[in-house]
C-alpha cells in the first residue's frame, strides 16, 4: 500500500504539498474525535475512526512523498533528509498500526 501511494505521489499531476495545513486541520479533529470516542464507545464509531485512520495516514504518505520528490510547489531540501525519512516513517508506522487495528477488528467478531 505504501509503494502504490507513493508510485501515486510520484506520477500525480495534482499537487497535494499545498493541502498540508488541511491534513494538519483534519489530524487535530482526528484527534480531538479520539478522546469523543472514549465516552461514547459504539463498534460503528470504532470502524469509522479506524477507516479514517487509514485515509489521513495514506493521505500523509502522498503529502510528504511529494515533498521529498521536490517536484511540486513545496519540497524538502537536501539538507533535510533526516526530516524527511522521518516524516516517511511516521507515516508509515501510523499507517500500519492502524491496518493492524482493522484486521484485528475483523478477525474478532
Not at 470516542?37 to 489521513?56: H, P
Not at 531540501?77 to 482493522?102: K, S
Amino acid at each position: 500500500m505504501v509503494i502504490a501511494l507513493t508510485a501515486y505521489a510520484y506520477y500525480a499531476e495534482d499537487d497535494f504539498t499545498s493541502f498540508r495545513a488541511l491534513g494538519s486541520i483534519i489530524g487535530s479533529i482526528f484527534f480531538v474525535s479520539i478522546f469523543a470516542g472514549f465516552y461514547s464507545f459504539s463498534y460503528f464509531f470504532d470502524y469509522v475512526y479506524l477507516a479514517f485512520g487509514v485515509v489521513l495516514f495514506g493521505f500523509y504518505i502522498i503529502v510528504d512523498s511529494q515533498l521529498i520528490f521536490g517536484a511540486k510547489r513545496y519540497k524538502l531540501d537536501e539538507d533535510e533528509y533526516i526530516v524527511a525519512a522521518m516524516l516517511l516513517y511516521i507515516d508509515i508506522i501510523g499507517l500500519f498500526m492502524y491496518l493492524l487495528r482493522v484486521v484485528q477488528r475483523f478477525t474478532n467478531r
